[in-house]
């Protein structure tokens, strides 16, 4: 096969382009980030010893100086979360006002549909199922296996089994339990473990993924399979942070391990299982990508973040995916706002 320069040339160009922006944008970040911090520190070093070796006091930054200072390192910052998110967010909040083409606006209207539809009702069942059942159980799990393998012999390998679907994509493992879930028609030799089992039970195989609800319970065993993991470390780091003598003591009081779990290790993990639920809830709100690989939102499995993308992006309707996506914001907000009052409060306590 022989290359035509000629005719690869603007594929060429464009890759070009693209490795010239990605230098200036790298390099540019660079000298923002390090060689003028760099410089400034020098500077402020030079001045600092010119002054104590002639014996003159200390120079002082004026503050307005370093207003301008600070506002210089969080432009940057700034520029990115408006064009990054401010910008889009605002504009999908008035494309959800707006009808399928974004030009006519037609109120509340996609807002009365989403709770109107009851193919959306059902897809805002789904979504408080999930929100529900994933961060309890994971965080359930996780609790439970950190403090079942906590100062054992293997502990370490223990945590690596439990933690290692961490390591997969949300797509890896979905594909990996739609094999688990797979069917075949009755009398044909089965693929799934799951189906496997039953028929070894003399039972009969089930097509699990298109049989509702029990579809979406067994989409949420998969986000709680990934998500234990993380539970695990983040609540057996807090157990092991509790101090020893706090143990000892109560020990020597003679508690028993179910008044260890409630009275010691509850009251001092309390912290960390409020990260890992509030972590665990908004991760399964913007949940997607095991919806959409295992079932694509059929058989009254789809959620917020699946529902959206099918309106926008396949069905067209912009005002209603963005009317969707308003709503995911709103449900994300109130927990964001919950976590930021509680960090306030460990800062100050």
Known sequence: MNFDFADEQPKLLMLMYGLVA????????????????????????????????????????????????????????????????????????????????????????????????????????????????VPLLATTFGLLY????????????????????????????????????????????????????????GGTPQSWLQEAPINTFLLIVIMIWIQAGFAMVVLSAAIKAIPADIVEAARLDGVTPWQMFWQITMPSIRPALIVVVVTLSIATLKVFD?????????????????????????????????ALAVFLFILVVPIVLYQIRNLRQQREG
């Open 290 to 322: 095991i919806v959409r690989t295992a079932t694509n939102g059929n058989y009254e499995t789809s959620v917020i973040a699946n529902e959206m993308y099918n309106q926008a992006f396949r069905y067209g309707e912009n005002g209603q995916g963005s």
């Open 146 to 201: 950190a403090i079942m393998v906590d100062r054992a012999r293997f502990e370490a390998i223990a945590k690596s089994l439990i933690f290692l679907p961490m390591a997969i994509s949300m797509v890896g493992a979905a594909i990996i339990w739609r094999f688990v879930y797979a069917y075949r028609g009755e009398g044909e030799q089965q693929i799934g473990l799951l189906n496997q089992i039953v028929v070894s039970f």
């Open 22 to 133: 990605f230098v200036a944008v790298v390099g540019g970040l660079l000298l923002l980030l390090d060689v003028v911090p760099s410089w400034f520190a020098r500077r402020r070093e030079a001045q600092l010893v010119a002054a104590s070796v002639g014996g003159a006091p200390l120079p002082r930054r004026p503050k307005q100086r370093e207003g301008l200072l600070a506002l210089f390192f969080l432009l940057p910052t700034v520029l990115l979360l408006m064009v990054g998110l401010v910008v889009p967010a605002i504009r999908t909040v008035l494309l959800s006002f707006m009808d399928r083409t974004s030009t006519d606006w037609v109120g509340l209207r996609n807002y009365t549909w989403m709770f109107s539809d009851d193919a959306i009702v059902r897809v805002l069942t789904n979504t408080l199922i999930w929100v529900v059942l």
